[in-house]
Nanobody
């Protein structure tokens, strides 16, 4: 059974930092694109960041560019999201996602439908 399990969420003050982790099990994702999405109350799930199978390419939503950094460790079958300079508008449930394979371009990385596996999410709350 394939599982993605997120951890590292919590409550932080504006300007603070958090590091999210996503541990995968049940299959290797070393050849797959992986990403992070988030969903705030009353809003649709939105793209945050993604990384190619070999870490050669990373993509970010405009709203987090320069503040968030995505990385992965294929040996550990894991992906991470370092979040700095957090803002109240970053408050959301953050989801880890994995595709079935590599993706061709940014437009694919940002689309939810390109990811076959999803975690249950971890809550991030940023207080002002």
């Amino acid at each position: 059974q394939v599982q993605l399990v997120e951890s590292g969420g919590g409550l932080v003050q504006a300007g603070g930092s958090l590091r999210l982790s996503c541990a995968a099990s049940g299959r290797t994702f070393s050849n797959s694109a992986m990403g992070w999405f988030r969903q705030a109350p009353g809003k649709e799930r939105e793209f945050v960041a993604a990384i190619s199978w070999n870490s050669g390419s990373t993509y970010y939503a405009d709203s987090v560019e320069g503040r968030f950094t995505i990385s992965r460790d294929n040996a550990k079958n894991a992906v991470y999201l370092q979040m700095n300079s957090l803002k109240p508008e970053d408050t959301a449930v953050y989801y880890c996602a994995a595709s079935l394979g590599s993706l061709a371009s940014r437009s694919y990385y940002t689309q939810r439908r390109m990811y076959a596996y999803w975690g249950q999410g971890t809550q991030v709350t940023v207080s002002s």
